[in-house]
């Protein structure tokens, strides 16, 4: 893959010090994503607040390509205290930028390191291990919200 030089570095260097990693208590709830054709898997935890509105914390395991983990460590770092609605702008931004095929311009303000990911939008085989993670916490808020009636 060519992606530019900088943004393999910050896709890199999320790979290589992924921030808020490891599965932590309490949460509201949790997914497992697999990815097989690349062999990615991620397990994510949410914690809503009480009234399901603010994203408290995401913890997360993971095993797989660089992009795949770089994707959770950045939606992680980018995502984190922000409530529901804006979580769902977020990924939809990041959901329209991985389809453009790389001819978009993002919205750095949204996406912030995200859209390192940019590059990884011209190769389709590649663009769900960038999804993975995104696909993992929207599940993991749907489960969140529906454990109390
Ligand atoms: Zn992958």
């Known amino acids: 893959m060519k992606l530019s030089n900088m943004y393999q570095e910050v896709i890199l260097d999320h790979y290589k010090s992924p921030r808020g990693k490891g599965l932590r208590e ?27 509105n603010i994203i408290e914390d ?37 959901l329209a930028m991985m389809q453009s095929k790389g001819i978009y311009e ?12 940019i590059g990884v939008a011209q190769y389709p085989a590649r663009i769900k291990c960038a999804l993975l993670s995104w696909m993992g916490v929207k599940d993991a808020i749907i489960r969140s919200k529906g454990e109390n009636k």
């Open 58 to 94: 995401i913890s997360y395991e993971g095993v797989g390509c660089s992009i795949s983990q770089a994707a959770m460590s950045i939606l992680f770092e980018q995502v984190l205290g922000k409530n529901v609605s804006e979580f769902d702008e977020i990924s939809k931004e990041f």
């Open 106 to 117: 993002p919205n750095e303000d949204l996406l912030g390191d995200g859209i390192a990911m």
């Open 26 to 52: 309490p949460f509201t709830g949790q997914s497992h994503q697999v990815n097989p054709t690349c062999g990615d898997e991620i397990t994510v935890r949410v914690k809503l607040s009480e009234d399901k």
